[in-house]
């Protein structure tokens, strides 16, 4: 993976804006720690941070191809898991091949189908390619959103990264928040809306959306997007289709010239992961390296929770004795945990989901010391129905996000004097709207109809924070991390699948566990799900509000623009666990989240109009 950037310009030279460019390379490095690249001409401007992980040596960008003597350019962050077939069929189509990297697949790919080039794509990825002769930057993000690629527009020049950080190092684009900004930040963050960078003036490309910069302007469309069908398979046929999915996601997501390892909680599916890789690795006659988090003392501290049932110790020791593979247990503490809240903005350049990203932070710190490359088991329970909110009647037949019902509970935090849009119609829009873009087939059931529209928020919202969160936490210490149930394949197939499939036998993830029970111990196949792990001990509570009181003894501390002092120090003081965001974020983590947020405005030296 990497990190991209660059401009392009039909006003001015780029040319004096070098020291800009610069700065953007450096604020990136963290992403593509291995190699630089900067190419300049007069109107555009690419600049590319690589990590190396195929084809070390030849691989290095920006890369420029020579076609029918027109020439392209290409800044790409990402892996192509489709490489060796697309190869092929350009070579057929005469093309030929100095490099065996992803990259020059996509840039030949490009310049043989232009945009119709990503509907052929099994990836992740961000891309931009400069069209020399046509005068025109090409641009597209992968079909489920896991790479990043943001965006401003300044009269007629175009300016976009891999993270807000690049668009802000440049001296054309300023720190700047509006009301809508805080509606984002406070109704519905750490999730936003899709192609909303928060601050005013920056974009985010959609997921599964390409798009052409040129002196006639932006065009933007979505090239995929999840259509309902009828399913005619039987329900051992699906079993089938879905083993062979996963199995075939994972696989494909292994090649790496670099060393690879897998995240393991002893959930379901990071173990479905970390056993296909396991065997995949032992047939090559290599040892599959696994990685588990915890915090000092959590067995101590740990409650039983409707949310989590168990924790994760005794499974992930049944699973790596299951694998006899070379397992690391990272232990995190609880003032590291608190400290990296700080860390974790400057990652995603936003408040964000508090220690559920700064403890991702450090986890991937630390595979970091052993891995380039690890594989996680993120997105199943959006796709295959694993949350509590797919499961509970009650709750998923609420309007709204099931995840985020505390519009009210968000609005007591705000200044009365403070004119934003009205927070219940704000939320509700957006979840309207996402319903109304929901692809159903005539005649079906209250409860399939209902499926699908969870499916569509899950993946269009929690996922794309979930996914922001994997992206920035990673990247930070240069690890990639590759989400095989990301595959647009097994989003396709399992958005038609029936409610009943997906719920054998009563259980979350029912048909995922009966597509995979016999490459796993019965105890973590049919385990309960539990959440990402958290902190149960105390002093993580203790340090965080220790953090807010500091921020509250600050008489100029930004927050206070528009957030009420009074509600902070009763929300220090309360014993009554308030969900702010998922199960994932009560008290503690909205008390973190605060503390995130003020260090958000003063540290990006933040106005607010």
């Known amino acids: 993976m990497c990190g991209i950037a660059g401009e392009v310009s039909y006003s001015h030279s780029v040319l004096k804006n070098k020291e800009s ?36 040596e030849n691989g290095i960008q920006p890369m420029t191809a020579v076609y029918g003597q027109k020439n392209y ?31 020059e697949v996509v840039l030949k790919a490009y310049i043989e ?42 009269k ?7 993270e807000i950080k690049a668009l802000l190092n440049h001296e054309q684009i300023e720190p700047i928040i509006d009301e809508n900004s805080i509606a984002e930040i406070m109704y519905l963050g750490p999730g936003r809306t899709p192609g909303c960078g928060v601050f005013k003036g920056i974009c985010e490309v959609k997921p599964a959306c390409c798009g052409y910069f040129s002196k006639s302007g932006i065009r933007i469309k979505k090239y995929w997007t999840l259509k309902d069908r009828a399913h005619t398979d039987s329900f051992e046929q699906t079993v089938e289709k879905v083993r062979f999915l996963v199995n075939d996601a994972v696989t494909r997501q292994l090649v790496s010239d670099v060393p690879i390892g897998t995240f393991l909680s002893g959930g379901l599916d990071s173990s479905i992961i970390s056993s296909i890789a396991n065997k995949y690795l032992k047939e090559k006659g290599k040892i599959l390296k696994t990685f588990s988090v ?36 990272i232990t995190l503490k609880n003032s590291d945990l608190a400290a990296a809240l700080l860390n974790a903005v400057d990652a995603r350049d936003l408040p964000g989901m508090a220690d559920v990203d700064s403890s991702l932070l450090l986890f991937c710190k630390e595979i970091k010391k052993h891995c380039t490359v690890a594989l996680s088991g993120e ?17 998923r037949m609420i309007n709204g996000f099931p995840w985020a019902q505390s519009t009210a509970y968000r609005k007591t935090f705000l200044k009365d004097d403070i004119l934003l849009p009205d927070a219940e119609n704000y939320v509700y829009s957006r979840y ?22 969870m499916m569509r928020l899950n993946l269009d919202w929690f996922m794309q924070t ?81 953090m807010l009181g500091e921020i509250l003894e600050n008489h100029d501390s930004p927050l206070f623009t528009f957030i009420k002092r009074e509600e902070l120090q009763k929300l220090l003081n309360t014993d009554k666990s308030e969900p702010w965001y998922g199960q994932l974020m009560t008290t503690p983590q909205t008390i973190a989240y605060f503390v995130q947020i003020n260090y958000w405005l003063e540290k990006y030296n933040i106005r607010i109009i």
């Open 156 to 162: 007629d020049s175009f300016i976009f990264g891999s």
């Open 379 to 395: 997105c199943a329970d959006e796709i295959f129905g694993g949350y509590p909110w797919y499961r509970d009647k009650n709750i």
């Open 21 to 56: 460019f610069l700065r953007i390379q450096k604020v990136l490095s963290p992403r593509g720690p291995d190699q630089k690249g900067l190419f300049l001409c007069d109107n555009v401007a690419l600049i590319h941070s690589r990590l190396c992980v195929i084809d070390v």
């Open 73 to 103: 350019t290409i800044v790409y962050n990402g892996e192509l898991y489709n490489t060796d077939e697309i190869r092929n069929e350009l070579k057929e189509q005469g093309h030929f091949f100095s490099t065996y990297s992803d990259t």
């Open 294 to 329: 915890t915090y000092e003392d959590n067995d101590k501290f740990f409650k039983k929770s409707k949310f989590q049932p168990n924790s994760d110790t005794d499974y992930i020791k049944k699973m790596s004795e299951y694998l006899n593979c070379e397992h690391h247990l």
């Open 466 to 546: 979930l996914l922001d969160r994997k992206d920035r936490m990673s990247m930070y210490s240069g690890l990639e991390v590759r989400v095989p149930f990301c595959d647009y394949r097994i989003a396709e197939y399992l958005y038609s699948v029936p409610w009943e499939y997906k719920d054998y036998k009563s259980y979350e993830k029912g048909l995922l566990r009966e597509a995979v029970k016999d490459i796993l111990p019965d105890e973590v196949l049919w385990r309960k799900k539990s959440p990402y792990p958290k902190t149960h001990n105390p002093q993580y509570l203790k340090l965080v509000s220790q």
């Open 432 to 453: 309207k709207d996402t319903l109304i873009n929901t692809s159903k087939i005539d005649n079906i059931s209250p409860t399939e109809s209902r499926m699908k529209e």
């Open 113 to 154: 189908w232009k945009d119709g080039c990503v509907e052929r794509f099994n990836g992740i990825f961000a891309f931009a390619i400069w069209d020399e002769n046509e005068q025109r930057l090409f641009f597209a993000r992968d079909r489920i959103g896991v790479k990043p690629l943001f965006y401003s527009i300044h």
